[in-house]
């Protein structure tokens, strides 16, 4: 990868639509040479998939929180994953440093809604408790994937 497939990358990360014709006039090379770049980053598997992204407010997932998930003992990342991939309304999660074992992203349509999500977290084997912060409004917002 060289500083042109970044830049590619960070153009296709804005609109996944860009004509190669409209990226190349801002890259310096023209719509084919493009097209070969972006064909080898889709084979070499730097690009995983094209995709939409839908305002969640439109499509009925405007409640969101971020959830400090504290377990009883030691548990494994796999079976963190596997609790977590059972609830739709996980849409990140991670292992973290400090106190809590994970953080977890989740989207729901309203209160109620998330309150029974975060109730299937937290009857999870292994599950201690949780502690929720919920998101008043969004600053910022991008995707590295």
Do not use: W
């Amino acid at each position: 990868m060289d500083n042109i497939d970044y830049r590619i990358l960070d153009l296709l990360r804005l609109n996944a639509r860009s004509g190669y014709g409209d990226i190349g006039d801002v890259v310096g090379l023209s719509a084919s040479a493009v097209k070969r770049r972006v064909d080898r980053l889709v084979a070499d598997g730097v690009i995983r998939a094209f995709t939409i992204q839908v305002d969640p407010e439109i499509d009925g997932a405007s409640t969101e929180a971020y959830v400090e998930l504290f377990c009883r003992g030691t548990v494994a990342p796999a079976e963190l994953k596997r609790i977590l991939s059972g609830i739709p309304e996980v849409v990140d999660a991670g292992t973290v440093t400090g106190s809590a074992d994970a953080i977890v992203h989740m989207r729901s349509r309203d209160i109620p809604s998330l309150e029974l999500a975060l109730e299937r977290v937290r009857i999870a084997p292994n599950v201690d408790h949780t502690r929720s912060a919920i998101v008043l409004s969004r600053l910022i917002h991008r995707r590295a994937e």
